[in-house]
C-alpha cells in the first residue's frame, strides 16, 4: 500500500471516529494493522472480553512473531486461566490450558508443566510466585502495565501506538476543497450550488443569458467535529533484561523485506519459499524508513536456522523479565586525565589492551612493527620488526608485490579472548600470529598469505567450539582460518573491498557482520550458504561496528566519502537504525574511529579530539583533547576495565588517559619503579604488616632492559621513549605506599549478614548454591534437608537480590512442606551430599545417600525420584545445553549419563579408581572435566562420552591420593579451577596442562576445605579448615586478601572447643565481591568488603615495591613448587 493509501485509511480512521462508528474504527484499525488503539485495546482486556483482546492484536502481531508477542499473548492466555482458575470453573481452565496455552510449551515445557500444576491447587495462590495475586481487577491492572511494556517495546508496534496529528475532519476538509476546485472548473458556476452527490464530478447546469457569477467557496456540508483520538503518552522503557535477550540476526534475518536497494515499503512478489510463519512479514511489510529492507534469502536451511533461532532462546523464555539494576554513571568514570605519553617510534595505526592484563598494550605502526608495552612501567617489553617468516610458503603475488615496494604497515592488531594469542594484519597479503606466555618471548605462531592485497581488518571468533581467525580484505572477501592455517571458510558476497568484520554469538548462533568500502552491511553464517542480511550503512563507506562489552547493544561508526561522520545504535530486532548521535564537525578529512567502553560510553576520535557520548542520549556528553597534539582522527582503544584509555598522537606515539581508578593503578606501579631507581642509596625497609604477602615478579610483565643499579636518585625525564611526567612521580611519592596484604581482621572491615534459621538442631552445611537469578541461597544440610532464604525489594535493598546489608526471609510454602531427601538405610552424616539447580531456579536436584530427588522450588513438592543405590550419588550436574540431561557421579567411581525425560542411564563413563566429588562440563571445548577422591581428572567428549585424557594432580611427597577434588571452569570455558585440601591450581583445559599452582602456607597453612571462582572469574574465594577465607587474583592465584575468622564469628565461637569453619563457599551469580559461607556448626553467612572499600583488597603488583621482585620469606603466596614449573 502507498504512503498517500495508508494516510487515506487514517483519514477515514478519523471520519469514522467523529461519525460514531466505533466498531467500525476498531475493525478497521485491526485490518489494516496501521494503528494500535492503546485506549481500546485496555478497555477489552479490563473487561476481560479476551476473545476481542486477541483478534484485535491479530491485526498487528501473532504469537510466533517474535519473543515479544510471544510473551503479550501469553500473558493474556494466563490471566484468562487465572481468572478460571480463581472461578473454580475447572473445565473452562482446562480448555484454556490445552486450546490456548499449548503453544508455548513448545517454547518452555517446564513453564507449562508449572502451570498445569496449579489444576492440583485448591487456590492457585499457594504457588509462591502467585501468592501476591489479588483480585480480578488489580490483576488485569497488572497485566496491562506489562502488556504496555512489551507492546512499545516491540519493533512490530513501532510506528504504530500514535495516530497521526490530524485537523479536525480532514476528510470533509479535503473533500470541499475538491468541490469548490470542482465548482471553479463549471462554465457557469452558481452562487449556491445545490451538490447532491459525491459519486460523480459536481458540474452547474448552465442557465439562459446568465453570466458567470465570481466562484464562491462551497460551505462545508457539515460542522468540525473534533477528533477523539487522544495522543499517547510514551510509556517506560521495557526492561533491559529482555531488550537484552533479542537475538540479532533472528532479528534481522526475520524481518526480511524486498531488497536494501529499493525504498519501497512493498515487497516484491519472489520465487525463493517462504517459511509458513514468514507470511505475515510479507503480507504487512514493517521496514521502517531508515532501516531498509534485506534481501530475502529464505530457504529450507533458512527455516531451520530461524527454528533453531527461535528455540535457542533461555527456558524461562516467558516470563515476566526482570529489570536490572541501574547504575549510576557519570563523566567522572570516563579516562579523561593524561597519565602518560609514550613515544613509539612511528605512526601508530592500531593498539589493543590485553584482555585480563589492564595495562598491557599491544601496538601496531605504519612501518610494519609491533610492540608489547607494560603501560604501569612505561617499558617496552617486547618488539617486532616486519619480517616474511616462510617466503616460499608466499604467492607470487604477494612476492611481487613485495619485491616492487617492501613498505608495509599494520592495519590491525589484536588479542584473542584469552590473550594467549596476538592477531596482525598487514597491508599486503599477510597475517601472523604470535604465541604470548606471559613472557617478553613473542613466539612466532602461524603466518598465512590471507588475502589478495591489503588485509583491511582481522578477529578471532569461535564458531564449532573451536578458535579461529576472520580476516577481509580488499579482494572482497572474508575468511575464516583455524590455528593450523587451514581455511575453513570463504565467504563472497561483498562488491567491493570489505573493510571491517565483526564476529559476534547470540546464544548457540555464531555469526559475522562485515562492511565493505560501498557501504553494504552483510552478515554471515558459518555455513558457505551465502549472506544473510545486507543493509546500507550510514554514510555508505567506510564503517566499523562493534558490540556493547555485554554484547547486548549494536553500534557502528564511520565516515562518507564526503566526510561526514555517523554514530550510531542499530535495532537488532528490526536490524534498523535505533538512534543517531549527533556532535560530530560538519565534514573529517578522513575515516573516524571510535570504540565502546563499560557497557555505558561511546568514545570517537574526530577534531583532534576524543568526543564521548552516554550510549542512551544521542548528545555528546564531553570531549578531551588530552593537553593537545592528538592528530585530526585520532586512534584510540580503552582497556576491558575501562579505566584506560590508549589515544594515538600526532608525533608516532601515544597517550595513556585514566579516571581515578586508572591513575590509582599506573601510580602503584610507577612507585614501585621508582622506588627500584631509589633503592641503591636510599635503602629503606619496605613497610609492611606482619601477614603482608609480597609477589614475585610476574611472568606476564617481565621486563626487557633492567635499570641500572648506579643510575641517580632521580630517573632521567624521558626512560624508554616514555615522557615520565615528573609531576606524577611526585604526586604519587606523597600518596602512595608500597602495597601490602588485605586484612580483614574485625567485624566493622565488612559486611556480614547470618541466616536467620527455625529451631531445627543445627546440622553442618555441606552444600550452598546461588540462585541464578541471585535473589536466593538454597543450602543442603549434612541432614538431608535443603533451606532457602530470599531476599525482597525494600528501601533498603530495591534491587531485591541477595546482599550482607539486610536479612533475608527463611523460606518456606503455605503447606510447609521441606525438601528433604531420601537417605534410605544410610546415615545422613556419613552420606556424600550433592546437588544442582536447573537454569531456570524452578527445579533443584539433590540427594544425600539415597535416592536422586527433583523438587519443585516453588512447592517443595518432590516431582520424581531415581537413580536408587548402591552406588549412592555423589555428585550432580545438568548438562549447559539441555536440562533433560544429567551426569551424575557415583560412589563407585563410574559417571552415570541419566536422562530425565525417559528416566534412562545413555551411558556410563569408568575412569577414575575412587568415588566421583566433582563434575564441570566446558560448551566451548565440548567436554566434561570429572575429578575424584583418587586426585585423578578425567576429560570426556561429551559428543561420544569417550575418554580423551586422565591424569594425576600432583601431591606433596608423601601424600596418599585421598580427599575430595572439585572442578570449575573459568567463565572462558577453557581454564579449569582444580582445588583439593593440599591446593589450588589452574589448568588448561584444551591441553590438559596445569597453568598455575598455590599450596598451603604461612598465615594460610591449614588445609583448604572448599574453592571457588568470582561470578566474573577474576577471584578465587578459598575456604580454610582454620576458619580463614583466602581472596586471590584468579589470573596469577596470588594472594590479595585476607579474612580472618575474627572478622565473621563472635569470639565465643572462635574460642569454643570445637572447630568451627567454612565447609562450602557459594559466589553470587552477579556481584563479583559477594560471597556465602556454609559452615561446619550449621550457619550460613553472607559477606561483602565494606561499602567504603568496594572490594576485596587490591590486585597484587607485579614487584610489590621490592627491587627486582624480590620476595621475602613472609610471602603467603610465593610458591617454589609452581614457579619451578612456570618456569
Not at 534498523?576 to 565502546?596: H, L, P
Not at 544440610?781 to 531485591?800: C, D, H, M, T, V
Amino acid at each position: 500500500m502507498s504512503s498517500l493509501s495508508r494516510e487515506l485509511v487514517f483519514l477515514i480512521l478519523q471520519f469514522l471516529d467523529e461519525e460514531k462508528f466505533k466498531e467500525s474504527v476498531h475493525k478497521l484499525e485491526q485490518e489494516s494493522g496501521f494503528f494500535f488503539n492503546m485506549k481500546y485495546f485496555e478497555e477489552k482486556a479490563q473487561a476481560g472480553e479476551w476473545d476481542e483482546v486477541e483478534k484485535y492484536l491479530s491485526g498487528f502481531t501473532k504469537v510466533d512473531d517474535n519473543r515479544y508477542s510471544m510473551k503479550i499473548f501469553f500473558e493474556i492466555r494466563k490471566q484468562k486461566y487465572l481468572e478460571a482458575l480463581d472461578r473454580h470453573d475447572r473445565a473452562k481452565a482446562v480448555e484454556i490450558l490445552v486450546k490456548d496455552l499449548k503453544v508455548f510449551s513448545t517454547f518452555n515445557e517446564e513453564l507449562y508443566k508449572e502451570i498445569t500444576q496449579l489444576l492440583t491447587l485448591e487456590n492457585f495462590r499457594e504457588n509462591e510466585q502467585l501468592s501476591k495475586y489479588g483480585d480480578t481487577k488489580s490483576a488485569r491492572s497488572i497485566m496491562l502495565i506489562e502488556l504496555k511494556k512489551l507492546i512499545e517495546a516491540n519493533p512490530l508496534f513501532r510506528e504504530k501506538l500514535a495516530f497521526p496529528t490530524l485537523k479536525a475532519s480532514r476528510l470533509r476538509t479535503l473533500i470541499n476543497q475538491s468541490l469548490n476546485w470542482q465548482h471553479q472548473l463549471c462554465k457557469n458556476p452558481r452562487p449556491n450550488p445545490d451538490i447532491k452527490t459525491l459519486f460523480t464530478d459536481h458540474t452547474c447546469a448552465p442557465t439562459n443569458g446568465a453570466r458567470a457569477p465570481t466562484p464562491v467557496p462551497v460551505p462545508l456540508t457539515a460542522v468540525a467535529k473534533t477528533a477523539t483520538y487522544t495522543p499517547l503518552g510514551a510509556h517506560g522503557p521495557f526492561p533491559p533484561a529482555a531488550a537484552a535477550a533479542s537475538n540479532a540476526l533472528a532479528g534481522w534475518m526475520a524481518n526480511a523485506a524486498a531488497s536494501s536497494s529499493v525504498q519501497s515499503a512493498v515487497v516484491a512478489a519472489s520465487s525463493i519459499p517462504v517459511p509458513p510463519n514468514q507470511v505475515s512479514i510479507l503480507k504487512r511489510p514493517r521496514t521502517p524508513p531508515n532501516g531498509l529492507g534485506m534481501v530475502d534469502y529464505q530457504s529450507t536451511d533458512s527455516e531451520q536456522l530461524m527454528k533453531r533461532l527461535r528455540s535457542a532462546a533461555p527456558v524461562d523464555e516467558v516470563t515476566y523479565p526482570t529489570p536490572l539494576p541501574q547504575t549510576s554513571w557519570s563523566s567522572d568514570d570516563l579516562p579523561r586525565a593524561v597519565a602518560c605519553t609514550i613515544n613509539q617510534g612511528s605512526s601508530v595505526t592500531s593498539m589493543d589492551f590485553h584482555p585480563s592484563h589492564q595495562t598491557l598494550l599491544l601496538v601496531g605502526s605504519s612501518n610494519g612493527e609491533i610492540s608489547l608495552w607494560q603501560i604501569g612501567l612505561r617499558e617496552r617489553l617486547a618488539s617486532k620488526p616486519f619480517k616474511i617468516w616462510d617466503t616460499s610458503s608466499c604467492s607470487l603475488p604477494f612476492q611481487a608485490a613485495i619485491g616492487k615496494d617492501p613498505s608495509i604497515s599494520i592495519s590491525r592488531v589484536t588479542w584473542s579472548p584469552d590473550g594467549s594469542l596476538m592477531g596482525i594484519a598487514f597491508t599486503k597479503h599477510l597475517i601472523h600470529l604470535y604465541a604470548y606466555q606471559g613472557t617478553n618471548d613473542l613466539r612466532q605462531h602461524l603466518e598465512i598469505d590471507a588475502h589478495v592485497g591489503k588485509v583491511n581488518d582481522l578477529a578471532f571468533s569461535h564458531p564449532n567450539k573451536q578458535l579461529c581467525v576472520v580476516t577481509c580484505g580488499d579482494d572482497k572477501l572474508i575468511k575464516v582460518w583455524d590455528l593450523n592455517g587451514r581455511r575453513l571458510y570463504n565467504f563472497e558476497g561483498h562488491d567491493a573491498p570489505v573493510y571491517s568484520v565483526c564476529p559476534h554469538h547470540k546464544e548457540s548462533i555464531q555469526f559475522i557482520f562485515s562492511t565493505a568500502l560501498d557501504g553494504k552491511i552483510k552478515a554471515w553464517l558459518y555455513d558457505n550458504m551465502g549472506s544473510r542480511v545486507d543493509y546500507d550503512a550510514p554514510g555508505r563507506w567506510c564503517t566499523t561496528m562493534l558490540y556493547s562489552a555485554d554484547g547486548s547493544r549494536l553500534f557502528s561508526c564511520g565516515t562518507s566519502k564526503d566526510g561526514d561522520s555517523y554514530l550510531v545504535e542499530w535495532n537488532e530486532s528490526e536490524g534498523a537504525i535505533k538512534r543517531t548521535y549527533t556532535g560530530f564537525r560538519k565534514k573529517s578529512a578522513g575515516v573516524v574511529q571510535f570504540d565502546t567502553t563499560q557497557n555505558h560510553f561511546l568514545a570517537v576520535g574526530e577534531d583532534s579530539q576524543i568526543k564521548f557520548w552516554d550510549m542512551d542520549n544521542v548528545s555528546l556528553l564531553t570531549a578531551t583533547d588530552a593537553e593537545g597534539g592528538l592528530p585530526s582522527l585520532p586512534r584510540l582503544r580503552f582497556n576491558k576495565e575501562g579505566n584506560l584509555l590508549a589515544v594515538t598522537t600526532a608525533d608516532n606515539g601515544f597517550k595513556i588517559l585514566a579516571n581515578a581508578d586508572g591513575l590509582r593503578a599506573l601510580r602503584l606501579i610507577e612507585s614501585r619503579s621508582f622506588d627500584t631507581l631509589r633503592a641503591p642509596i636510599e635503602p629503606a625497609p619496605v613497610k609492611v604488616s606482619g601477614a603482608a604477602v609480597v609477589a614475585n615478579s610476574s611472568p606476564n610483565v617481565t621486563r626487557v632492559d633492567r635499570l641500572d643499579r648506579s643510575s641517580p636518585a632521580r630517573p632521567s625525564s624521558v626512560l624508554n621513549g616514555v615522557d615520565q611526567k615528573p609531576r606524577v612521580l611526585e604526586d604519587m611519592t606523597e600518596k602512595t605506599k608500597p602495597w601490602e596484604l588485605a586484612e580483614v581482621m574485625d567485624p566493622a572491615q565488612c559486611r556480614v549478614v547470618t541466616m536467620p534459621d527455625s529451631a531445627d538442631p543445627p546440622s553442618k552445611v555441606a552444600r550452598l548454591l546461588y540462585t541464578n537469578s541471585g535473589v536466593s541461597l538454597l543450602a543442603l544440610g549434612s541432614n538431608a534437608i535443603q533451606k532457602l532464604w530470599k531476599w525482597s525489594r525494600s528501601e533498603q535493598n530495591p534491587s531485591g537480590k541477595a546482599t550482607a546489608g539486610v536479612a533475608p526471609q527463611h523460606w518456606q510454602p503455605n503447606s510447609g512442606l521441606l525438601m528433604t531427601n531420601d537417605v534410605s538405610d544410610t546415615n545422613p552424616e556419613e552420606a556424600v551430599p550433592c546437588i544442582a539447580l536447573s537454569k531456570n531456579d524452578s527445579y533443584v536436584m539433590s540427594a544425600c545417600g539415597g535416592k536422586v530427588s527433583l523438587f519443585n522450588m516453588m512447592t517443595f513438592k518432590v516431582m520424581t525420584t531415581f537413580m536408587p543405590p548402591p552406588p549412592a550419588s555423589t555428585f550432580l550436574a545438568f548438562h549447559p545445553q539441555d536440562n533433560n540431561i544429567i551426569a551424575i557421579g557415583m560412589e563407585d567411581s563410574t559417571i552415570h549419563i541419566y536422562n530425565v525425560r525417559v528416566d534412562e542411564v545413555k551411558t556410563k563413563l569408568r575412569g577414575h579408581q575412587k568415588r566421583i566429588t566433582g563434575l564441570a562440563f566446558s560448551n566451548s571445548l565440548n567436554i566434561l572435566v570429572s575429578s575424584g577422591a583418587d586426585a585423578q581428572l578425567c576429560v570426556w567428549n561429551t559428543d561420544t562420552w569417550e575418554k580423551r585424557r586422565s591424569i594425576a594432580i600432583q601431591l606433596p611427597a608423601g601424600k596418599a591420593p585421598a580427599g575430595d577434588t572439585r572442578v570449575q571452569f573459568h567463565s572462558d570455558q577453557i581454564r579449569l579451577l582444580v582445588f583439593h585440601e593440599t591446593q589450588l591450581a589452574i589448568y588448561d583445559a584444551s591441553k590438559i596442562e596445569r597453568i598455575r599452582q598455590w599450596v598451603p602456607q604461612d598465615l594460610l597453612s591449614a588445609p583448604i576445605s572448599y574453592a571457588v571462582y568470582s561470578c566474573n572469574s577474576q577471584l578465587v574465594y578459598a575456604a580454610f579448615c582454620d576458619g580463614n577465607i583466602g581472596v586471590f587474583d584468579a589470573d596469577s592465584l596470588r594472594l590479595r586478601c585476607r579474612i580472618a575468622p575474627s572478622a565473621y564469628l563472635s569470639a565465643a565461637v572462635t574460642n569454643s572447643s570445637q572447630p568451627v569453619y567454612p565447609l562450602v563457599i557459594a559466589a553470587h551469580p552477579h556481584e563479583p565481591n559477594q560471597l556465602a559461607i556454609g559452615m561446619t556448626d550449621g550457619a550460613v553467612r553472607v559477606m561483602e568488603p565494606s561499602e567504603s572499600e568496594g572490594k576485596w583488597g587490591v590486585a597484587v603488583p607485579i614487584d610489590n615495591g621490592l627491587p627486582n621482585g624480590r620476595t621475602t620469606a613472609s610471602s603467603a603466596n610465593s610458591n617454589t613448587a609452581a614457579d619451578q614449573l612456570q618456569r
